[in-house]
């Protein structure tokens, strides 16, 4: 089954305490992207990785890293937390950018 | 630069009732449109897209939108709303060229539909 699975989906912590959110894709698409959703903002795109080792910024980089060593995984990483970055998360696949994009099911992070 | 808006954060509807969803685009060039679907705690789901092909696009679950160059809209609707239809709805712009902007899909703030028996 062709899916996008995201890890962990619901996260508590406390500010600057380095987390990693990791997703993965087995649909071999080669464009991945992080997105942070806020009430009254819609989706806002945090980077975006058009293939292994090669990422871009979004909108909303501030804060937050990436990586790309390999295809499927396109983890997140937040090296200090601060409780503006208290949101709902979504990674997305696609296998062209600009083409349908697939999301997972979300992770729902907490700064206290 | 690209931007999307949609027209209405919230829309109500009786069941029965036609389903209009706004949304104007800004794209320097010729966009690629998406709807997407979120239900309550669930990731987002496509609707249907236009990638410049036919203006009027048919999505799932009896949706359609078109494109109109001259309006810079893309607006979505359905003839007969349905309770299953309330959900967040979602559009967004891409383009698929070179520049720094390749690979960049950008949403709008979303519309809550609610649909009343």
């Known amino acids: 089954e062709a899916q996008v699975t995201q890890n962990p989906r619901y996260l508590i912590t406390v500010t600057g305490k380095k987390l990693t959110v990791t997703c993965s894709q087995n649909?071999?698409?080669?464009?991945m992207s992080w997105y942070r959703q806020d009430p009254g903002l819609g989706l806002r795109q945090i980077y975006y990785?058009?293939?292994?080792?090669?990422?871009d910024k979004g909108d909303v980089p501030e804060g937050y890293k990436v990586s790309r060593k390999e295809k499927r995984n396109f983890p997140l990483i937040l090296e200090s937390p601060s409780p503006n970055q208290t949101s709902l998360y979504f990674c997305?696949?696609?296998?062209?950018?600009?083409?349908?994009?697939?999301f997972g099911p979300g992770t729902r992070l907490t700064v206290l | 630069a690209q931007s999307v808006t949609q027209l209405g954060s919230h829309v109500s509807v009786s069941e029965g009732a036609l389903v209009l969803l706004r949304c104007n685009y800004s794209s320097s060039v010729p966009p690629y449109l998406f709807w997407y679907v979120q239900y309550p705690n669930q990731g987002l789901q496509l609707l249907l897209k236009?990638?410049?092909?036919?203006?009027l696009v048919k999505g799932i679950n009896g949706f359609e939108a078109e494109f109109k160059k001259s309006e810079t809209s893309f607006h979505l609707t359905k003839p007969s709303a349905h309770m299953s239809d309330a959900a967040e709805y979602f559009c967004a712009v891409s383009f698929n060229a070179g520049g720094t902007s390749y690979g960049k899909l950008t949403f709008g703030q979303g519309t809550i539909l609610t649909v009343h028996p």
């Open positions: 997305a696949t696609s296998g062209l950018a600009g083409d349908e994009q697939f």
């Open positions: 990785s058009m293939n292994v080792e090669v990422t």
């Open positions: 236009y990638t410049s092909a036919a203006t």
């Open positions: 649909m071999n698409h080669e464009y």
